[in-house]
């Protein structure tokens, strides 16, 4: 490293150096931020003020809202700075700490995710025992858990960062600090942050994983032991927003960190990392309010409510 700079700050190169594109990915962008942020806080809201949705399903769905706003906050702000910004740069220290978020909002999501999983098995496996076993005490602690797990597997990854120097490129052909993408640019060893990061993401996003699927076993199984065809599938109807979630966030999210890091695959990360940092978030308040007639209903309500007041 001798008469090398230290580097302090990363450039951010985006989706597109064309000018004009930039005003268009910004403002395609915005808006997929803004349905994210209203979308995510209309189901917060309606879930919190009717009573008939307090139940254990529509708390974790609370939470889910919650942790794709943060999830989303966490990247698109900045992305949408440097679209339109002529200084397309970011500090270590923010790199970093973009990382820890993401990491600890994307594990907090799995986990939750899980935990649906878990009362949806409740539900349907054990309906006589529901609200026994899942207790208000216990749903919080699930949620608690989940934000716990984020917790490790953000410090787990971004704490040997600190270790790392960087003094030869600092251009990120990304739009925001990835882990993957800040590794390759390190000049010093990264062999022992790429073993974390490979057994932390099979740790916590595979056992994850695991209880969501184990819990669909038990689900699946109990539902063709149904007799009857709309039995069935009202059983099933609970499940498949919940289904189309975890298979949007799990395929792409997998795919990106455990695949190698490749230059000639920088493009496909960017879609990727789009789709389950950026488009799930917005689509995940879509998929349940649209698929979940209690969420219509009182959606219906609400919106019922604000026009009769004006």
Not at 80 to 89: F, G, Q, Y
Not at 115 to 132: E, F, G, N, Q, S
Not at 205 to 223: N, P, R, V
Not at 300 to 310: A, S, T, V
């Amino acid at each position: 490293m001798e008469n090398q700079t230290v580097i302090k700050e990363f450039i951010l190169l985006g989706l597109s150096s064309d000018p004009h594109l930039q005003v268009v990915l910004f403002l395609i962008f915005l808006i997929i931020y803004a349905v994210t942020l209203l979308g995510n806080s209309a189901i917060m809201l309606v879930i919190r003020t009717e009573v008939s949705l307090h139940t254990p399903m529509f708390f974790f769905l609370s939470h889910l809202a919650f942790v794709d706003i943060c999830y989303s906050t966490v990247t698109v702000p900045k992305m949408l700075e440097n679209t339109i910004a002529m200084s397309k740069t970011i500090s270590r220290e923010a790199c970093t700490a973009q990382i820890f978020f993401f990491f600890q909002a994307a594990c907090a999501e799995v986990f939750i995710l899980s935990a649906m999983a878990y009362d949806r098995y409740v539900a349907i496996c054990k309906p006589l025992h529901y609200m026994t076993i899942m207790k208000k005490a216990i749903c919080k602690q699930l949620v608690g858990g989940a934000w716990a797990m984020g917790l490790l597997y953000a410090v787990v990854n971004t704490f040997p960062l600190e270790t790392l120097h960087f003094c030869r490129n600092n251009t990120i052909s990304h739009y925001s600090c990835e882990l993957p993408s800040v590794l390759s640019l390190s000049c010093t060893p990264t062999l022992t942050n790429y073993i974390v990061l490979l057994i932390s993401v099979l740790f916590f996003g595979a056992g994850s994983f695991c209880l969501t699927l184990i819990s669909y076993i038990y689900i699946i199984s109990t539902i063709l032991k149904i007799s009857s065809a709309e039995g069935r599938s009202k059983a099933f109807s609970t499940c498949r927003s919940h289904l189309i979630v975890v298979g949007l966030f799990y395929v792409t999210a997998f795919f990106r960190y455990l695949k190698p890091n490749s230059d000639l695959l920088v493009d496909l990360d960017k879609v990727i990392s789009i789709q389950y940092s950026i488009l799930t978030p917005m689509l995940n308040p879509i998929i349940y309010s649209l698929r979940n007639k209690e969420i219509k209903v009182a959606l219906g309500k609400m919106f019922g409510k604000r026009i009769f007041l004006q």
